[in-house]
């Protein structure tokens, strides 16, 4: 029955822990599929897969679904720039993430809020949520995201005019990818050098940086997007120290590369760059046409900057009413993007005060909740005290029953292994009596025999002091106190091993032999002993191997060796055997010898931990 109950609850088991698996793969392959779609701007599948999560979440209740459909709504409105409303759905996300202790979670969405707060002029706030990152995301190490972390800093730095910091923060950047061996962060790291250096007017230094990004292998098929922007920075340092045989050269390759990629964001700053090129060589009508191209691109792609900059190129290379218009446009669309600066970063300002107070009140309302749960629960305990009382009781009363068993038992076996000792004292004592007194006597009176020339008498003499000897060996003690039992059996092994009479140690090492009782160890030495010696002297083998095991039950020692064998129903236990079964006895264990003739022997003796009682068979 109780097998039967076992069978039952490992079915349940095994179908619950396979039904959770089939869950985890549906919800990880959904939140793929939701990345997927922002990756590829796919804006109605994004919307899509949100409602799915959305809706998986309505039946399971599962946290990560819950702060995954906010991530997912902050998507929705980055692909529409709408930036105030996904700065608002990544701190939800990220609040759900904190109550669930999702750290790399919590890491990543306070990256991409402070990447939204660099990209509104919101430096400080910046700086804040990128720092709070790193203390979510240190402790568990996820290399890639530290990278864009101190990556952020960096370019935080550069805006509030703090090179050096900006530095020190790209190399760490630089420092955690040499472990990660991340080719792309790298790439975008040197870039971020490049360009500060070329802010600073250093384009021979920049250069340096844009070169190293350019040397890595199969960049430009690999990296097609990092090749442009790398070989589009060294253009513009070389034009920028009149080195200008090139330029226009590598802008065009850039330009056919970004329509390649449909790259359409960075489209508007090559455009620039080109229309600023044929503006200083006085080629207007050209100029002109890159100047607008990169205002379509800016409009595009909500590049703010490149768009003030579209305008300004416009107005000076135009002239009368036209000039005017485009200035008109730059003054209007600066105030624009001023005024809508502040006002996110006041958006934004206002999110975290929200949300922070949100999280403040809920924790107070949390807390006066559990103390109204804690009364009902206390009125609950007093109405059913007195069943739960006698229920503990009755169960106190089985646990004590089965306690004075288990005791009893304990006691018993204790008793069982004092016995045992005794014994082993005893015969520690006579052994020492055999090998001080008796073979003492025996080497004087084998000496004065000598002397008297009587060498036959002598000689045999000496055989019966070496049986003696053996004797007192074989009754002596063997002690763990001061040589563990594994180096016991391992000197035991080597005292015995030699080239064509091989012995292989199995499971040994694989247990904590400290915990076991030195009765019960010093039989498996004693038994390893006899079975090395009847191998080597009657049975004639070439291999023996010996296995031991530890189980919550008992310590099992099997023997096995390749040796002449013998008829089991005709060949009576000699007296080493019956010792080695009277001693197995004293602990309550099994011995079983199984052999066959021209087919080897098997030993197997199997001790209890607790003092069972089990049947010796000699088979």
């Given amino acids: 029955m109780k097998r039967f109950l076992y069978i039952i609850l490992f ?55 819950l702060a995954k459909y906010y991530h997912f709504k902050a998507l929705q409105n980055k692909l529409t720039y709408t930036n105030d409303s996904a700065f608002y759905y990544y701190h939800l996300s990220k609040d759900i993430s904190k109550k669930i202790k999702d750290s790399l979670a919590v890491g990543r969405r306070l990256l991409s809020l402070a990447n939204l707060q660099r990209e509104a002029k919101d430096f400080r706030g910046s700086e804040i949520s990128s720092i709070e990152a790193l203390q979510y995301l240190e402790p568990i190490k996820p290399s890639i995201y530290l990278e864009r972390v101190y990556n ?158 579209a305008l300004e190129n416009l107005s000076d290379l135009t002239s009368g009413e036209q000039s005017k218009l485009y200035l008109n446009e730059y003054i209007t669309l600066s105030d624009s993007l001023f005024q809508n600066e502040r006002r996110l970063k006041n958006q934004f300002a206002k999110i975290r005060y929200e949300t922070d107070k949100k999280e403040k009140e809920n924790t107070v309302l949390k807390t006066e909740n559990q103390q109204k749960q804690a009364e009902i629960l206390y009125h609950k305990q007093q109405k059913t005290i007195g069943w739960l009382a006698a229920a503990i009781g009755l169960l106190l009363f089985g646990f004590s029953v089965m306690f004075y068993f288990q005791r009893r038992r304990k006691l018993l076996y204790q008793a069982q292994l004092q016995q045992v000792q005794v014994r082993e004292h005893e015969r520690k004592q006579i052994a020492k009596s055999l090998h001080d007194e008796v073979a003492g006597d025996l080497r004087l009176l084998h000496r004065k025999l000598e002397k008297s020339n009587l060498l036959e008498e002598a000689q045999k003499l000496d055989a019966v002091k070496e049986n003696v000897r053996n004797l007192s060996h074989q009754l002596s003690s063997v002690s763990f106190n001061k040589v563990s039992f594994k180096n016991q059996i391992i000197n035991l092994v080597s005292d015995y091993f030699e080239p064509d009479f091989k012995i292989k140690l199995n499971g040994l090492q694989n247990y904590n032999w400290t915990t076991v009782d030195n009765s019960i160890k010093r039989l498996l030495y004693l038994s390893t002993r006899e079975s090395i010696q009847n191998c080597k002297k009657y049975a004639k083998a070439s291999k023996i191997i010996i296995n031991f095991s530890v189980h919550k039950k008992y310590v099992h020692l099997n023997i096995v060796d390749d040796g002449i064998g013998f008829d089991t129903n005709i060949s009576k236990k000699g007296i080493g055997l019956q010792n080695l079964q009277e001693r197995i006895e004293e602990l309550n264990g099994t011995l079983t010898i199984n052999s066959e003739v021209g087919k080897g022997t098997q030993t197997d003796i199997q001790i209890p931990l607790n003092g069972w009682t089990n049947k010796n068979t000699f088979s």
């Fill in 11 to 65: 079915c349940s088991s095994f179908l619950l822990a396979q039904e959770n698996k089939d869950y985890l793969h549906k919800r990880n392959t959904l939140i793929e599929a939701g990345r997927q779609a922002y990756f590829a701007k796919r804006l109605p599948l994004l919307k899509t897969i949100t409602t799915q999560v959305d809706s998986l979440f309505k039946k399971t209740q599962d946290s990560i679904l």
């Fill in 152 to 309: 952020n800093l960096g370019l935080i730095s550069e805006e509030l005019d703090q090179k050096d910091d900006a530095i020190n923060y790209y190399n760490k950047t630089l420092e955690i990818n040499k472990k990660t061996k991340d080719n792309l962060g790298y790439l975008f790291t040197i870039n971020n050098i490049g360009l500060l250096y070329q802010k600073q007017n250093q384009h021979k230094k920049a250069i340096s940086y844009f070169n190293k990004g350019l040397s890595q292998d199969s960049i430009k098929e690999k990296y097609p997007t990092q090749y442009a922007l790398l070989l589009e920075n060294v253009a513009f340092s070389k034009y920028s120290l009149d080195k200008k045989d090139e330029v226009l050269t590598q802008y065009e390759e850039v330009l056919s590369t970004r329509k390649e990629l449909n790259d359409l964001s960075n489209l508007s700053m090559l455009h620039i760059n080109i229309s600023n090129y044929y503006k200083d060589h006085n080629e207007i009508k050209k100029a002109l046409f890159h100047a607008n191209e990169a205002l379509q691109y800016a409009k595009q792609t909500h590049n703010n900057k490149k768009w003030l900059e």
